[in-house]
Nanobody, 121 residues
Framework: QVQLVESGGGLVQAGGSLRLSCVAS????????MGWYRQTPGKQRELVAS???????NYADSVKGRFTVSRDNAKNTVYLQMNALKPEDTAVYYC???????????????WGQGTQVTASS
C-alpha cells in the first residue's frame, strides 16, 4: 500500500507564508513526478506546481514568483513554499505522485487527503 500525507496547511493573513509538506510512504520502488493541486468548492482541481524526478519544475501562472516547489528524494517528500499569499489562494491543497511499486510494475498516480490553506484579507 502507498500513502501520501500532507501537512503544513492553516490560516494566515494575506501577504503571509506557509510551507506545505507531503510524504509518500509504503511499498515504493521509484517516484517520478510529484505535484501540488488545489480545489475550491464548485471548481475543478487545478495544478499549482509540479516537479520531475530530475528537478524540472512547472508552475501555474497565478503562483509564479510567489510559490516554490521542491523535493527531497531521499525522504520521498515534496514541499510547496508559499509566499505573499492572497485570498484567492484559499483552497484545499492536494499533493500527488507518480509511483512505481515494483521494478516491473506500472506507474500509478496517488493522491493525498488534502490540507486546507486559508489566506484572510
Amino acid at each position: 500500500q502507498v500513502q501520501l500525507v500532507e501537512s503544513g496547511g492553516g490560516l494566515v493573513q494575506a501577504g503571509g507564508s506557509l510551507r506545505l509538506s507531503c510524504v509518500a510512504s509504503g511499498s515504493i520502488f521509484s517516484i517520478n513526478a510529484m505535484g501540488w493541486y488545489r480545489q475550491t468548492p464548485g471548481k475543478q482541481r487545478e495544478l499549482v506546481a509540479s516537479i520531475t524526478g530530475g528537478g524540472s519544475t512547472n508552475y501555474a501562472d497565478s503562483v509564479k514568483g510567489r510559490f516554490t516547489v521542491s523535493r527531497d528524494n531521499a525522504k520521498n517528500t515534496v514541499y510547496l513554499q508559499m509566499n505573499a499569499l492572497k485570498p484567492e489562494d484559499t483552497a484545499v491543497y492536494y499533493c500527488n505522485a507518480e509511483i512505481k511499486r515494483t521494478v516491473l510494475g506500472v506507474t500509478t498516480v496517488y493522491w493525498g487527503q488534502g490540507t486546507q490553506v486559508t489566506a484572510s484579507s
